[in-house]
């Protein structure tokens, strides 16, 4: 089993729809949690850390269950601009580990 | 941005050959870590160095090393270097949170 694990992409939605990711991972002594977009050929951006509690930037809200060791990433009214791969990622000791990424593509 | 620098940008190499990666650290940074790339795969953990110390590696051969000089800056090298090292490298750099920022990153292809 990978240690993180994503919904096989690619998604494709039109403007405006509401689009959920999710994401797994296997070691429950992890530390903190991540979601990172990346654009075609360019590097990993952060895009916000996920907490136990949940969080909520703008039209993008994250949450994560330590119990059930389960990540989610929810985008609300999706732009063009989202157009991106969402990586799920775990910290562990400083260590970052990726899952596969899951391809977005929104239509006009 | 960031302000984490990588160069080269790209970079063709052939087997056999050994390559030196470098990456310049955001002020305040003292962390740095590699990672590798293949393409239409997540980012994998090499090794980080933190206060010029390795401090933690992934499933890597000894041929990948690596340096972080005083300033933080940082040089990834990779000796006898094989077809299946073809991909980005991707240095991340940090502080004292856990968040990383990663820079542009050095694309490698090896004929």
């Known amino acids: 089993r990978k240690e993180v694990e994503q919904d096989p992409g690619p998604f494709n939605v039109p403007e405006g729809a509401t689009v959920a990711f999710n994401c797994t991972y296997s070691n429950s002594a992890s530390q903190s949690f991540f979601w990172y977009r990346q654009d075609c050929r360019k590097e990993p951006k952060l895009l916000m850390s996920?907490?136990?509690s949940g969080n909520e930037d703008g039209r993008f809200t994250a949450q994560l269950n330590r119990a059930s060791q389960y990540i989610s990433l929810l985008i609300r009214d999706s732009k063009l601009s989202d157009s991106a791969t969402y990586l799920c990622?775990?910290?562990?000791?400083?260590?970052?580990?990726f899952g596969q990424g899951t391809e977005l593509s929104v239509k006009p | 941005e960031t302000g984490v620098t990588q160069s080269p940008t790209h970079l063709i190499k052939t087997r056999g050959q050994q390559v030196t990666l470098r990456c310049s650290s955001q002020s305040g940074h003292n962390t740095v870590s590699w990672y590798q790339q293949a393409l239409g795969q997540g980012p994998q953990f090499i090794f980080q160095?933190?206060?010029?110390?390795?401090?933690g590696r992934g499933n890597f051969p000894p041929r990948f090393s690596g340096l972080q000089f005083p300033n933080y800056s940082s040089e990834l090298n990779v000796n006898a270097l094989e077809l299946d090292d073809s991909a980005l490298y991707l240095c991340a750099t940090g502080g004292e949170s856990y968040e990383q920022y990663f820079g542009p990153g050095t694309r490698l292809t090896v004929t």
């Open positions: 996920v907490y136990s």
């Open positions: 160095y933190y206060r010029e110390e390795e401090n």
């Open positions: 990622v775990r910290n562990q000791g400083g260590k970052l580990i």
